[in-house]
């Protein structure tokens, strides 16, 4: 275990595959950690806070995230969902994204780590894709999750709360124990 004081980790979506794989790293580094998810998940053998919570219910936010240091936002609806139901991935991706970076700044939260995605640039103009590159997504998945980003950044300049953005491509692996 580390030597340094042990933040309290609160993760949305904690029981997804980022989340499955994200957790026991992080308890192994020493941070306390809370997940909320629609449903109860278990971590076999790791003394995991679970919480049943839905981003999309600001109230329910508030409830579960005082003590929080950190906030690991992961919650979201997959890609292949947004095409049948693109009310819901807003409202997952979107709105419970500001809801989240919301519940955070009242809460007094030191950091918000944002799951963003490669869906936002759509088709690539240039290859190597950079951090510059033009937004274009083509997906209600992508739309959302610039509209999250939209509102970290606008989180961060308006309200000073820390944001921090991992725009990933492609994560696949082996599933968790």
Not at 80 to 106: C, K, M
């Amino acid at each position: 275990m580390s030597s340094r004081k042990a933040n309290h980790v609160l993760i949305t979506g904690g029981g997804g595959y980022i989340g499955r794989h994200l957790v026991p790293e992080l308890v192994s580094k020493g941070y306390s950690i809370s997940i909320i998810g629609r449903a109860p998940v278990s971590f076999q053998g790791m003394d995991i806070e679970c919480k049943t919570a839905n981003v999309t219910c600001l109230d329910q936010i508030r409830e579960v995230i005082p003590g929080t240091d950190i906030l690991i936002h992961l919650a979201c609806l997959p890609v292949n969902r947004s095409f049948a139901y693109p009310v819901d991935d807003y409202e997952v991706n979107a709105l419970g994204t500001f809801y989240a970076l919301r519940a955070a700044h009242e809460a007094g939260v030191k950091k918000v780590i944002f799951m963003s995605t490669s869906e936002l640039i759509g088709r690539p103009i240039t290859i190597p894709i950079d951090e510059n590159h033009p937004i274009n997504p083509i997906s209600p998945y992508g739309a959302s999750k610039a509209s999250a980003e939209n509102s970290c950044q606008i989180m961060h300049q308006v309200f000073g709360l820390p944001t921090v953005v991992l725009r990933t491509f492609n994560v696949y692996g082996m599933a968790a124990d």
